[in-house]
């Protein structure tokens, strides 16, 4: 690799075996053992990242939440936790919260804020304060001095009812008439001597009489009715007399207990205003606190007995209306040191702002408010919440309840099943929670790119982006840092350390990873279970370091142990149920290379790629795409290779030319330029009727100037064919033609180096098609010269002979068809 | 050798009686009666007397009622007002049936015609208690029928003339003071209703004979008309 300027220069022609594969210098390393090497601050390369991830989380701004994005295992989740821990920490812990009884509306629970660790202290002083209360109250209601005065309400009340009876029983006894009582009220019966008189007595009576009888009882008839009309209003007065009593012995004994609370929590005024309410709902409910203790314990058990007087629906909660008294505590801060680093790995909606659990109770769905449970923005409020972006999306509504969130700056919590209306239960809208906390999400680059270009409220609410770099540039420094953060996963993962010939092959095996000599793969991930590998075969080998061998190892028996399809492939060629020469000489046909993944295996495959021409219209025609199984990609190098044609050729008169190209046993889908150059060598050499080397395999794209363009899986493609070559043994003349662009990207396998320093195996890297098909056919190309022609005997020259007998052919078979009228 | 404790008096007591009619007030006495029956011993026998005069009142053309519940006036009727009473006496019957059970007494019912102490004291056999509690009283009370329970306070009190020296009286009056965690206060001198006011008394147990009833239990009737707690009726003391 020969840099200057920082910029590389093109290398032609055969390569040497130094060229294929860049070793590192584990001798210049400077360590015995990765042990001696201290562990990194951060993960080493990742400096922009780490930059924007301090930057966004020192922004105090609304919207400046983080998406982190890398590829899954590229480090991005333990770096943003080691940043934001070591940040965290040195902030402090926030506030505790509470969810208490709403008095006014039962079902929209109070959330109340706490200094940081008074939550537990609230929530014990209430229980607390409910234990003395109860224990109190019925003390006091119980005394003396209440049963007395509330029997003097009592005697005070019927002396005025008796009273009102007595002035009626008396003018009824006047008039010798008494009242008597029937199942369902009263009635008046006339008396003689002391009797009632009885039917035939009655009808005995002169009328004059009867009429009379008759009309003194309706006349007291109407006076009772007006004596009982009186008896509701004693009974209210009964009634208000007794609950200002009530309230005034229940004041003496709730007040001076609370008046302790109160004082505790002086300082906080939501705690005073709810202590407030808590008095006064005391007080209206007396009754809970007066019942008899078998009551209360009847009414403590599920579906228990209900209490009189309270709201309907403390009482169909939970069967203890005392709960209402209790406060729920959903964030307890009191052990959190420094700020909050939530990692919520699950988000749904109910784990991101909680729910309201409900229990059944005689068939229905119950809850109350002490059933909420808080959600991760909760227990991450005034830190951080880490959140992967693909698992939030795949949880129905979570992600706009997230959004929505973060937009009002509040933690609602919300339902799925409520959203869509699903159950008809009893359900709470708790008091929405202020919300403090930054989110930063992870994710994969293609989900950030979705969501800015689909989510219009995206880009408003993650305004900080870091992005985790995948490769490094691959200097005697960064090996050095790769060495350290080796050692670090090493130490992390409880890894036995490496020697220097170790860390050299994990270095070369990440420019392999990178598939590029010039750069190291950073991805944290594959680094680490590489060395988890490698580590097992030392540990086997029963050595206390792990060196370059072990490494091999590791990556060998993993080729091994995934490499069953690659191995099915190369045997179809073998056995030449694939076609595939690799010796000899062919007009029209080459072989392409084509690199097939699936899953972690990814290896390179030759195709044969065949051409047929004829006279025709200037069409080249894609058979792939024809049936629709070629790409857009492919189609794209396809019809550059038109482009070329006409360009070289077809500048005198029109190209009478009909070409068609085919992938060879080809069933699936072709995708990617970077068999361009090959179809057109192959058509180069149908039409100049010069045979092409089948010992050679080729790839590389092409562009209309003919220059051979660089492509991706460089290195499995020359290992594909070479594989081949070798199961049919090596003869010396086999090779593959790559871009020249390619030649800094190779990092081949040991086995494919040594093939070619030892000549039984070539790679010539190409600039240009001119210079690929006279490695192919041992031809000369033939540049044009200053009248347009091609040197005699060059490709170039048949070419241009053979297309322009095409086009005599084409014109002369134009004009018979327009004499006879026919159309070609 | 030792000298034999004398046995003391068996108690004869066979049933207790307990008289309802369609007074609401009459049911709070059922949850006392059972405490009585068990301390006793005996089986709780209930008599359910449908009011006489009230069945009369209903074939008079113009009586009429004034509903507790509507304070609305409506027109008795004979049929009507029977098959309430009817019902009434179901109630208490299936009411004394799971008292009884849940008491494990023994426990019989009948229905009767008639005014209510006249009646019951009409069904007296030997060996029977009674019961009463007149609960006449014509308005509708402001008082729950509850409370009345909690109202049987304070001691058992035993109206026992000097000399007469029942020891099955005074054991069975023992014994429910004891099982209703009441003081007994035994009365040789019973002057009037005052005296049972003062004491406060929570149950009164006098045997018939002092009362003096005559045949159709007027004196009786008229005993516990002032009584102010319920009264244990002892009809033959033995």
Same mark, same amino acid.
């Given at each position: 690799?020969?840099?200057?300027?920082?910029?590389?220069?093109?290398?032609?022609?055969?390569?040497?075996?130094?060229?294929?594969?860049?070793? @590192?210098?584990?001798?210049?390393?400077?360590?015995?053992?990765?042990?001696?090497?201290?562990?990194?601050?951060?993960?080493?390369?990742?400096?922009?990242?780490?930059?924007?991830?301090?930057?966004?989380?020192?922004?105090?701004?609304?919207?400046?939440?983080?998406?982190?994005?890398?590829?899954?295992?590229?480090?991005?989740?333990?770096?943003?936790?080691?940043?934001?821990?070591?940040?965290?920490?040195?902030?402090?812990?926030?506030?505790?919260?509470?969810?208490?009884?709403?008095?006014?509306?039962?079902?929209?629970?109070?959330?109340?804020?706490?200094?940081?660790?008074?939550?537990?202290?609230?929530?014990?002083?209430?229980?607390?304060?409910?234990?003395?209360?109860?224990?109190?109250?019925?003390?006091?209601?119980?005394?003396?001095?209440?049963?007395?005065?509330?029997?003097?309400?009592?005697?005070?009340?019927?002396?005025?009812?008796?009273?009102?009876?007595?002035?009626?029983?008396?003018?009824?006894?006047?008039? $010798?008439?008494?009242?008597?009582?029937?199942?369902?009220?009263?009635?008046?019966?006339?008396?003689?001597?002391?009797?009632?008189?009885?039917?035939?007595?009655?009808?005995?009576?002169?009328?004059?009489?009867?009429?009379?009888?008759?009309?003194?009882?309706?006349?007291?008839?109407?006076?009772?009715?007006?004596?009982?009309?009186?008896?509701?209003?004693?009974?209210?007065?009964?009634?208000?007399?007794?609950?200002?009593?009530?309230?005034?012995?229940?004041?003496?004994?709730?007040?001076?207990?609370?008046?302790?609370?109160?004082?505790?929590?002086?300082?906080?005024?939501?705690?005073?205003?709810?202590?407030?309410?808590?008095?006064?709902?005391?007080?209206?409910?007396?009754?809970?606190?007066?019942?008899?203790?078998?009551?209360?314990?009847?009414?403590?058990?599920?579906?228990?007995?209900?209490?009189?007087?309270?709201?309907?629906?403390?009482?169909?909660?939970?069967?203890?209306?005392?709960?209402?008294?209790?406060?729920?505590?959903?964030?307890?801060?009191?052990?959190?040191?420094?700020?909050?680093?939530?990692?919520?790995?699950?988000?749904?909606?109910?784990?991101?702002?909680?729910?309201?659990?409900?229990?059944?109770?005689?068939?229905?769905?119950?809850?109350?408010?002490?059933?909420?449970? *808080?959600?991760?923005?909760?227990?991450?409020?005034?830190?951080?919440?880490?959140?992967?972006?693909?698992?939030?999306?795949?949880?129905?509504?979570?992600?706009?309840?997230?959004?929505?969130?973060?937009?009002?700056?509040?933690?609602?919590?919300?339902?799925?099943?409520?959203?869509?209306?699903?159950?008809?239960?009893?359900?709470?809208?708790?008091?929405?929670?202020? =919300?403090?906390?930054?989110?930063?999400?992870?994710?994969?680059?293609?989900?950030?790119?979705?969501?800015?270009?689909?989510?219009?409220?995206?880009?408003?609410?993650?305004?900080?982006?870091?992005?985790?770099?995948?490769?490094?540039?691959?200097?005697?420094?960064?090996?050095?840092?790769?060495?350290?953060?080796?050692?670090?996963?090493?130490?992390?993962?409880?890894?036995?350390?490496?020697?220097?010939? +170790?860390?050299?092959?994990?270095?070369?095996?990440?420019?392999?990873?990178?598939?590029?000599?010039?750069?190291?793969?950073?991805?944290?991930?594959?680094?680490?279970?590489?060395?988890?590998?490698?580590?097992?075969?030392?540990?086997?080998?029963?050595?206390? =370091?792990? $060196?370059?061998?072990?490494?091999?190892?590791?990556?060998?028996?993993?080729?091994?142990?995934?490499?069953?399809?690659?191995?099915?492939?190369?045997?179809?060629?073998?056995?030449?149920?694939?076609?595939?020469?690799?010796?000899?000489?062919?007009?029209?046909?080459?072989?392409?290379?084509?690199?097939?993944?699936?899953?972690?295996?990814?290896?390179?495959?030759?195709?044969?790629?065949?051409?047929?021409?004829?006279?025709?219209?200037?069409?080249?025609?894609?058979?792939?795409?024809?049936?629709?199984?070629?790409?857009?990609?492919?189609?794209?190098?396809?019809?550059?290779?038109?482009?070329?044609?006409?360009?070289?050729?077809?500048?005198?008169?029109?190209?009478?030319?009909?070409?068609?190209?085919?992938?060879?046993?080809?069933?699936?889908?072709?995708?990617?330029?970077?068999?361009?150059?090959?179809?057109?060598? @192959?058509?180069?050499?149908?039409?100049?009727?010069?045979?092409?080397?089948? $010992?050679?395999?080729?790839?590389?794209?092409?562009?209309?100037?003919?220059?051979?363009?660089?492509?991706?899986?460089?290195?499995?493609?020359?290992?594909?064919?070479?594989?081949?070559?070798?199961?049919?043994?090596?003869?010396?003349?086999?090779?593959?033609?790559?871009?020249?662009?390619?030649?800094?990207?190779?990092?081949?396998?040991?086995?494919?180096?040594?093939?070619?320093?030892?000549?039984?195996?070539?790679?010539?890297?190409?600039?240009?098609?001119?210079?690929?098909?006279?490695?192919?056919? +041992?031809?000369?190309?033939?540049?044009?010269?200053?009248?347009?022609?091609?040197?005699?005997?060059?490709?170039?020259?048949?070419?241009?002979?053979?297309?322009?007998?095409?086009?005599?052919?084409?014109?002369?078979?134009?004009?018979?068809?327009?004499?006879?009228?026919?159309?070609? | 050798?030792?000298?034999?404790?004398?046995?003391?008096?068996?108690?004869?007591?066979?049933?207790?009686?307990?008289?309802?009619?369609?007074?609401?007030? @009459?049911?709070?006495?059922?949850?006392?009666?059972?405490?009585?029956?068990?301390?006793?011993?005996?089986? =709780?026998?209930?008599?359910?007397?449908?009011?006489?005069?009230?069945?009369? =009142?209903?074939?008079?053309?113009?009586?009429?009622?004034?509903?507790?519940?509507?304070?609305?006036?409506?027109?008795?009727?004979?049929?009507?007002?029977?098959?309430?009473?009817?019902?009434?006496?179901?109630?208490?019957?299936?009411?004394?049936?799971?008292?009884?059970?849940?008491?494990?007494?023994?426990?019989?019912?009948?229905?009767?015609?008639?005014?209510?102490?006249?009646?019951?004291?009409?069904?007296?056999?030997?060996?029977?208690?009674?019961?009463?509690?007149?609960?006449?009283?014509?308005?509708?009370?402001?008082?729950?029928?509850?409370?009345?329970?909690?109202?049987?306070?304070?001691?058992?009190?035993?109206?026992?003339?000097?000399?007469?020296?029942?020891?099955?009286?005074?054991?069975?009056?023992?014994?429910?003071?004891?099982?209703?965690?009441?003081?007994?206060?035994?009365?040789?001198?019973?002057?009037?209703?005052?005296?049972?006011?003062?004491?406060?008394?929570?149950?009164?147990?006098?045997?018939?004979?002092?009362?003096?009833?005559?045949?159709?239990?007027?004196?009786?009737?008229?005993?516990?008309?002032?009584? *102010? @707690?319920?009264?244990?009726?002892?009809?033959?003391?033995?």
């Amino acid at each position: 690799m020969n840099q200057e300027n920082g910029k590389s220069e093109k290398r032609v022609g055969m390569l040497r075996a130094p060229e294929l594969r860049r070793a @590192c210098e584990s001798g210049c390393l400077g360590f015995v053992s990765t042990d001696e090497l201290s562990d990194p601050a951060h993960v080493f390369g990742q400096d922009r990242a780490i930059n924007a991830i301090e930057f966004g989380a020192d922004i105090a701004r609304e919207g400046y939440n983080l998406f982190v994005l890398g590829e899954p295992g590229s480090g991005k989740r333990s770096l943003v936790r080691q940043l934001l821990e070591q940040r965290a920490a040195a902030e402090p812990p926030p506030s505790d919260w509470v969810y208490v009884y709403n008095f006014a509306k039962p079902h929209q629970p109070n959330a109340i804020e706490l200094p940081t660790g008074q939550g537990v202290r609230f929530r014990d002083a209430l229980a607390h304060m409910v234990e003395e209360l109860r224990t109190a109250i019925p003390a006091i209601f119980d005394s003396e001095e209440y049963r007395v005065r509330r029997h003097a309400i009592d005697e005070k009340i019927q002396e005025r009812q008796q009273a009102a009876f007595e002035v009626l029983e008396k003018r009824a006894s006047e008039k $010798s008439i008494r009242a008597v009582r029937t199942p369902a009220g009263i009635t008046l019966v006339p008396l003689r001597d002391g009797e009632l008189i009885k039917p035939e007595a009655f009808e005995a009576l002169p009328e004059a009489e009867r009429k009379q009888i008759e009309a003194d009882i309706q006349e007291l008839q109407r006076q009772m009715l007006q004596t009982f009309e009186q008896m509701p209003r004693l009974e209210k007065e009964r009634r208000k007399s007794l609950r200002e009593l009530n309230h005034e012995f229940a004041n003496y004994a709730v007040r001076e207990i609370i008046d302790e609370e109160r004082a505790a929590f002086s300082e906080i005024a939501e705690v005073r205003d709810y202590l407030d309410l808590v008095q006064a709902d005391i007080i209206n409910n007396i009754q809970m606190f007066t019942q008899s203790q078998e009551m209360q314990e009847a009414s403590e058990l599920p579906g228990g007995g209900q209490q009189e007087g309270g709201d309907g629906m403390a009482q169909a909660l939970l069967g203890n209306p005392f709960h209402r008294y209790e406060a729920n505590l959903i964030v307890d801060n009191s052990r959190t040191r420094g700020a909050p680093v939530v990692e919520e790995g699950k988000p749904t909606v109910q784990q991101l702002v909680g729910r309201v659990e409900h229990i059944a109770q005689m068939g229905a769905l119950v809850t109350n408010f002490m059933l909420i449970k *808080p959600g991760a923005l909760h227990r991450a409020n005034g830190g951080y919440l880490l959140i992967d972006s693909r698992a939030l999306l795949m949880q129905p509504f979570a992600w706009e309840t997230l959004k929505r969130a973060l937009w009002n700056r509040e933690t609602r919590i919300e339902s799925p099943a409520d959203m869509l209306s699903m159950v008809s239960t009893i359900s709470l809208e708790p008091e929405p929670i202020p =919300l403090r906390t930054k989110v930063v999400l992870f994710g994969e680059a293609m989900t950030y790119y979705l969501l800015s270009a689909h989510d219009p409220e995206f880009q408003g609410l993650f305004k900080t982006v870091a992005e985790m770099e995948t490769t490094v540039d691959w200097t005697p420094e960064s090996e050095q840092a790769f060495a350290c953060q080796l050692a670090a996963i090493c130490r992390a993962g409880s890894v036995r350390h490496l020697d220097p010939s +170790g860390v050299g092959r994990m270095v070369e095996q990440a420019a392999r990873h990178a598939s590029d000599a010039e750069k190291l793969s950073i991805h944290i991930g594959h680094v680490a279970d590489l060395l988890r590998e490698a580590d097992y075969w030392a540990n086997k080998a029963g050595a206390e =370091l792990i $060196s370059a061998a072990h490494v091999q190892k590791a990556v060998d028996m993993r080729e091994e142990r995934i490499g069953r399809i690659r191995e099915k492939s190369q045997e179809s060629i073998t056995r030449d149920i694939v076609l595939i020469d690799t010796d000899g000489a062919r007009i029209g046909q080459i072989n392409g290379l084509s690199v097939l993944s699936i899953g972690d295996l990814s290896f390179g495959r030759p195709t044969r790629i065949s051409a047929r021409i004829g006279i025709g219209a200037g069409r080249v025609l894609d058979i792939e795409r024809e049936v629709e199984l070629g790409g857009p990609l492919h189609s794209k190098g396809v019809l550059i290779l038109s482009g070329f044609l006409r360009e070289r050729f077809g500048v005198a008169s029109p190209l009478a030319l009909t070409a068609s190209l085919v992938f060879e046993q080809s069933y699936g889908g072709v995708d990617g330029d970077s068999a361009s150059s090959a179809e057109l060598y @192959c058509l180069l050499s149908a039409i100049a009727e010069v045979p092409i080397q089948q $010992s050679f395999a080729v790839t590389g794209s092409v562009n209309q100037h003919g220059e051979v363009q660089a492509i991706g899986g460089v290195n499995e493609k020359i290992e594909g064919f070479f594989d081949i070559c070798v199961a049919r043994g090596l003869t010396g003349r086999q090779g593959v033609l790559i871009p020249s662009a390619n030649v800094k990207h190779l990092m081949l396998r040991q086995d494919v180096v040594d093939a070619v320093g030892g000549g039984r195996f070539h790679i010539h890297a190409i600039d240009t098609i001119d210079h690929g098909i006279e490695v192919l056919t +041992g031809v000369t190309a033939g540049e044009r010269q200053s009248d347009g022609s091609y040197p005699e005997g060059s490709i170039n020259a048949r070419v241009a002979a053979r297309l322009a007998n095409f086009s005599r052919a084409r014109k002369s078979a134009d004009g018979r068809a327009s004499d006879t009228g026919e159309r070609i | 050798m030792s000298q034999q404790a004398e046995p003391g008096p068996k108690p004869r007591y066979h049933r207790l009686l307990i008289g309802f009619n369609h007074h609401t007030e @009459c049911r709070s006495v059922l949850g006392f009666a059972a405490q009585v029956s068990q301390a006793a011993g005996v089986e =709780l026998a209930g008599v359910f007397v449908e009011d006489q005069d009230l069945l009369d =009142l209903a074939r008079l053309p113009f009586s009429a009622e004034i509903l507790s519940s509507s304070r609305q006036t409506r027109n008795l009727d004979f049929n009507s007002i029977e098959g309430e009473l009817r019902a009434i006496a179901w109630q208490m019957q299936r009411s004394l049936r799971i008292l009884a059970e849940r008491t494990k007494r023994q426990y019989s019912f009948r229905t009767v015609r008639g005014h209510l102490l006249r009646a019951l004291i009409a069904q007296v056999e030997a060996g029977d208690l009674v019961l009463l509690r007149t609960a006449c009283v014509p308005w509708p009370s402001t008082k729950p029928a509850m409370s009345i329970i909690g109202d049987i306070r304070g001691p058992v009190v035993l109206l026992e003339p000097p000399g007469s020296g029942n020891g099955n009286l005074v054991a069975l009056a023992q014994e429910i003071a004891r099982i209703m965690k009441q003081e007994l206060v035994v009365l040789r001198e019973y002057s009037g209703p005052q005296t049972l006011r003062s004491l406060n008394a929570g149950l009164i147990i006098a045997p018939a004979a002092l009362l003096s009833a005559d045949a159709a239990g007027n004196g009786v009737e008229h005993f516990v008309d002032a009584a *102010p @707690c319920p009264v244990l009726l002892v009809p033959e003391t033995g």
